[in-house]
């Protein structure tokens, strides 16, 4: 029997070992001329076996591409664009920067410093009255996923006004909050379903 797994890796593997037969010869072409129709007509079928790869702008490049990937950049022809080099393959991704921005409390989270930052510059008007009701029910939510399910109003209180350098007052007297659910937290679903039972 003659299993893939005893074949040669494809360089490309969707378009199945038919093509890369038809690569492979096309590679052993002793002619330039002969390797440049070959090249063609392997484009001609490629692109009939991904019709939709015409929706993208650079479709004719792909296929180019694919093609000398698959040919382990052995196949010498007049390619009609400039495709990837090997080394372009091999080169590795420079690493990404990861944002390490300062943050005053990480369980407010970045978004909610930089809320405090708009508030503390923000004139007194309806829009940062609104902005002050948002930001202190979003610390509370926080602080209730933080602290599963602890919620404290003065701590909301105490931390916008220290964040937002005592810009911030909020009068809990007549602040009201909005109603935050607490979840139950079932750890045990086993002895939960028993005591069902025995209702």
């Given at each position: 029997?003659?299993?893939?797994?005893?074949?040669?890796?494809?360089?490309?593997?969707?378009?199945?070992?038919?093509?890369?037969?038809?690569?492979?010869?096309?590679?052993?072409?002793?002619?330039?001329?002969?390797?440049?129709?070959?090249?063609?007509?392997?484009?001609?079928?490629m692109?009939?076996?991904?019709?939709?790869?015409?929706?993208?702008?650079?479709?004719?490049?792909?296929?180019?591409?694919?093609?000398a990937?698959?040919?382990?950049?052995?196949?010498?022809?007049?390619?009609?664009?400039?495709?990837?080099?090997?080394?372009?393959?091999?080169?590795?991704?420079?690493?990404?920067k990861?944002?390490?921005?300062?943050?005053?409390?990480?369980h407010?989270?970045?978004?909610?410093?930089?809320?405090?930052?708009?508030?503390?510059?923000?004139?007194?008007?309806?829009?940062?009255?609104?902005?002050?009701?948002?930001?202190?029910?979003?610390?509370?939510?926080?602080?209730?996923?933080?602290?599963?399910?602890?919620?404290?109003?003065?701590?909301?209180?105490?931390?916008?006004?220290?964040?937002?350098d005592?810009?911030?007052?909020?009068?809990?007297?007549?602040?009201?909050?909005?109603?935050?659910?607490?979840?139950?937290?079932?750890?045990?679903?086993?002895?939960?379903?028993?005591?069902?039972?025995?209702?």
């Amino acid at each position: 029997m003659d299993y893939n797994t005893q074949r040669k890796s494809l360089p490309m593997p969707e378009y199945g070992r038919s093509i890369q037969n038809m690569v492979d010869f096309a590679v052993a072409l002793p002619t330039k001329i002969e390797r440049q129709r070959c090249g063609e007509s392997i484009i001609r079928v490629m692109e009939i076996m991904f019709p939709q790869m015409r929706e993208s702008a650079d479709y004719e490049q792909k296929l180019w591409d694919h093609l000398a990937i698959m040919s382990r950049f052995q196949l010498d022809i007049d390619y009609p664009f400039e495709v990837t080099k090997e080394e372009q393959l091999k080169r590795k991704p420079g690493q990404m920067k990861y944002p390490m921005s300062h943050i005053n409390q990480k369980h407010y989270g970045h978004l909610i410093d930089e809320l405090f930052d708009k508030l503390k510059t923000m004139p007194d008007c309806d829009e940062r009255d609104e902005l002050i009701r948002l930001t202190a029910n979003q610390m509370k939510r926080n602080l209730s996923a933080w602290n599963h399910g602890s919620m404290d109003d003065e701590k909301v209180a105490s931390d916008i006004a220290r964040f937002t350098d005592n810009k911030v007052q909020l009068d809990l007297d007549n602040f009201k909050f909005e109603t935050i659910k607490e979840k139950m937290m079932i750890h045990d679903n086993g002895s939960q379903k028993n005591k069902r039972k025995r209702k």
